[in-house]
């Protein structure tokens, strides 16, 4: 899929909607394009909050805050600042307003250079964390629980979680590696990024591992998912395990708070741009105009998830306020359903010539797994893709 991404953005020279309407001129996939922008939209407003958040606790990590806290005093300060109605929409506004800073500097100004200081930093920041979660007495029982593979429970629901996990991490079917792609040199080998950005993602994904594992099961505490094992116990979890040493806690909780935010700022980025290129090219609005558009309506939606988590969670839809409601459509609805569409649409409909064309660098690369490829995006991904997105509405169980 990653690959599919790729070769229709760097083929179309466009933004994501702008590409199959290249390709595909006068039909209705453009409207698969347009379903990714939407969701690049949605997923930007409701992910900003979260990214909010880690703004607010560096400032708690910062502050020295977290130190001499109860295991109830954590819960107490989250609940209480994620509940508040104005203070996680300040932070809110202030990520979406550096995102915007970046991305109105344009690509090679704003992404790129930003992308050279922000990754490496991210890296460093991921390592370093990483060797002292490891360093702690008792850390082996994470690692243990992180690594070891329990056979038994790789289940074909366990597969296709984290095929759909799969998705989301690595940005499928929302049209930024199709923006992205847009900007590629026409030598840049198409399938080893593809290869390079999973193992990077992956090997990315094992360091925050080594971070929050080992430091939780050195104090005896079984890890959370979500928002509550980010904010609430990993705070408790870096205060204990650096007990005796409350400079490393102090150290460890700033640098780790900050690690967030790089990490959530270079993904609203890449959401920011695939709305902004589409307005830029589609509507032909200045960068700067287009950007302003996406950040206003994002504030103003974001507010909206913000606020449905507080004051206002009593207004929900099937169960479900605002902002889960938006988790839910784009997470398990929108994007298997555009990569479903992406895998059908490079394997059915676009030109085999264009395939290989791109995929081979005009024949100056050596392809021996093209026929393959084709085969995969014809078969083997539609069905995959398919039970993802039945398994995700809730109708199968395997």
């Keep these: 899929i990653m690959v599919s991404e790729f070769l229709i953005g760097r083929h179309s020279r466009a933004n994501t909607a702008g590409a199959y309407q290249k390709l ?7 409207w698969v394009g347009r379903m990714g922008v939407l969701a690049g939209f949605l997923i930007l407003s409701y992910y900003s909050v979260v990214a909010g958040w880690t703004l607010e606790f560096i400032g708690e990590a910062v502050t020295d805050n977290f130190a001499g806290k109860t295991a109830a005093d954590y819960i107490n300060t989250f609940n209480s600042f994620s509940s508040n109605p104005w203070r996680p929409v300040i932070w809110l506004v202030l990520f979406l307003l550096s995102t915007h800073f970046i991305i109105v500097k344009g690509v090679e100004k704003g992404i790129e250079k ?24 008792g850390s082996g029982a994470g690692l243990e629980f992180l690594l070891k593979p329990e056979w038994d429970k790789v289940t074909t629901n366990v597969f296709l979680s984290a095929m759909g996990q799969a998705f989301f991490s690595l940005s499928l079917g929302m049209g930024c590696l199709c923006t992205y792609a847009s900007y590629f040199k026409k030598d840049t080998n198409l ?3 593809a290869f390079s950005v999973s193992i990077i993602d992956t090997f990315v994904a094992i360091l925050a591992g080594l971070i929050i594992f080992p430091a939780a099961f050195s104090v005896g ?24 040493v409350p400079l490393l806690a102090y150290i460890f909780s700033v640098m780790f708070y900050i690690l967030l935010a790089v990490a959530a700022l ?82 059915w409909y676009l030109n085999k010539k264009i395939v290989w064309e791109e995929v081979s660098n005009n024949g100056t690369l050596k392809v021996t797994f093209y026929k393959l490829l084709i085969f995969i995006l014809k078969f083997i991904a539609p069905i995959a893709i398919s039970l993802i997105f039945i398994k995700e509405l809730g109708f199968l169980e395997l």
């Design 191 to 193: 399938t080893k990024t």
């Design 24 to 30: 595909a001129p006068g039909t209705h996939w453009r």
């Design 114 to 137: 930003s992308a050279k200081i922000m990754m490496p930093m991210l890296f460093i920041l991921l390592i370093i964390l990483a060797g002292c979660s490891i360093a702690l007495p």
């Design 221 to 244: 505490i079984q890890p959370d998912a979500g928002p509550s094992l980010i904010f609430i116990t990993l705070p408790n979890v870096f205060q204990q395990a650096f007990s005796g």
């Design 266 to 347: 270079t993904s609203t980025i890449s959401m920011h741009e695939v709305v902004t290129a589409y307005l830029h090219e589609e509507f032909h609005l200045s960068r700067k105009r287009a950007a302003s558009f996406v950040t206003g309506g994002c504030i103003f939606l974001g507010t909206l998830c913000s606020l449905s988590l507080g004051v206002g969670k009593g207004y929900t839809l099937f169960g479900l306020n605002l902002f889960d409601m938006f988790d839910f459509v784009t997470a398990k609805i929108m994007l298997p359903l555009g990569g479903l569409c992406i895998s059908i649409f490079t394997g």
